[in-house]
């Protein structure tokens, strides 16, 4: 067969597989069909389907498919966190800023200590560290990736729940996008690279210089004359970013974390940021699970990722405990606020890529830690869904049962 003929078979296999699981098995409530992409490159990836059917995984999924399918995964990952740095909110962050700063350093400081820990003991045993890796990078790396959220999903997730623009909402994500920097932060600080640290200190000057002059340009232009730009301001961001030693996608981001939100039409923010995930996005996905494996053991893996879980899960609860006891939150604000900042899908996942494309960490250790984050993930909506109902908000009910339906309608009525 021709290679188009190929890709467009994988491409096939891409979207109608998880469309289908998702939509025939009304996963909504417990896995989102970003969830049900994610597992679905996993299972298409070498672990499971190149393992039990390594003829055909082979035929689909051969160098030159997993090339072309690699190119647009990068574009649309670069676009997917270039909307999320246009999503930050500094103003509203810096408005509240003892409350937000309280409560993001213990969100992001007990999971990356409890992380942490778990990454020690990793290093104990061979084969979860990257052969190009420093001790303490990968120990900071498996720490942070404890600690990340995903405010792309995030903002997904509470748009279902209905509570996107309710006061509590905004708190969360002023809480979010507080951890975001700090979590590029520190990916900027695992991946410095000492022999080309005048080329990276170069870099970061000189996009803080140039992005006063392009803070100047965008005021000027028209909206619709903004998104073609900022699409090139992106892509030069990231080339710069890569050739200094960072990762293409440190360079997306602070592209966009340097724009403003307000200069451009939230419904057409939202509905861009929507487009990606149905159209590109996917592709990401089935890309990231072709780099899943089990070389260590399936059954070592997923007991890292539980352990993993664990931390993630823990530290993130112990953290907004002690935020709220500091802040003075009313009874169960903590443990809602915790489990929603416990969502990580995207962002986690691309982060772990950046550790597994630096040799930081192995193809089990990403294996491992993408299980975390899907599972993390999966866990917020269930979790969260009775307790936002304690609350008197509307939760996200499961769409085949009519008495939650009815109870919905209720809810909004009143």
Not at 167 to 177: F, V
Not at 179 to 185: E, L, N, T, V
Not at 227 to 232: A, P, R
Not at 381 to 410: F, G, H, M, N, Y
């Amino acid at each position: 067969m021709k290679i188009t003929e190929i890709f467009l078979i994988a491409i096939t296999l891409i979207y109608t597989i998880p469309y289908v699981i998702w939509r025939v098995g009304r996963t909504d409530y417990y896995a989102p069909l970003v969830v049900v992409q994610i597992i679905t490159g996993i299972l298409l990836g070498p672990g499971v389907l190149g393992t039990y059917y390594p003829e055909y995984y082979s035929f689909v999924f051969n160098q030159t498919i997993i090339t072309s399918l690699n190119g647009i995964a990068w574009w649309a990952v670069m676009i997917f966190i270039w909307i999320a740095g246009i999503e930050l909110d500094l103003s509203k962050a810096w408005k509240y800023r003892w409350e937000s700063g309280v409560t993001a350093g213990f969100a992001l400081g007990m999971p990356l200590l409890f992380g942490s820990i778990a990454a020690i003991g990793m290093v104990l045993h061979p084969g979860w560290i990257g052969p190009k890796a420093m001790t303490w990078q990968f120990v900071l790396g498996i720490g942070i990736a404890c600690a990340v959220t995903a405010l792309p999903i995030l903002i997904l997730l509470m748009e279902k729940l209905d509570i996107l623009r309710d006061p509590l909402g905004q708190r969360i994500l002023r809480y979010a996008s507080m951890d975001d920097i700090a979590i590029w932060a520190v990916l900027a600080l695992i991946l410095m690279d000492w022999t080309r640290m005048y080329y990276q200190l170069a870099f970061l000057i000189g996009f803080g210089v140039v992005g006063v002059g392009f803070r100047k340009l965008m005021v000027r232009l028209s909206e619709s004359d903004r998104w073609y730009v900022g699409l090139i301001w992106m892509a030069i961001c990231g080339l710069a970013s890569a050739l200094s030693g960072f990762e293409y996608m440190v360079g997306a981001f602070l592209a966009g974390a340097i724009m403003d939100n307000q200069w451009f039409d939230q419904k057409q923010l939202d509905s861009l940021r929507q487009h990606v995930l149905l159209i590109i996005m996917p592709v990401f996905f089935l890309s990231t699970g072709l780099k899943t494996k089990w070389s260590v053991g399936g059954g070592e893996v997923f007991l890292a990722a539980g352990v993993l879980l664990f931390a993630s899960i823990t530290g993130k609860l112990i953290g907004t405990y002690c935020a709220g006891k500091i802040l003075g939150w009313s009874k169960g604000e903590a443990s809602l606020i915790g489990w929603f900042l416990q969502t990580k899908a995207l962002i986690m996942i691309i982060f772990a890529n950046i550790l597994l494309t630096k040799e930081i960490i192995t193809n089990d250790t990403f294996t491992a830690l993408l299980v975390m984050a899907i599972l993390s993930t999966m866990l917020t909506v269930p979790v969260v869904s009775p307790k936002l109902a304690r609350r008197d908000l509307i939760p996200l009910e499961k769409p085949s049962k009519t008495e939650s339906v009815i109870r919905i309608k209720i809810n909004r009525s009143l």
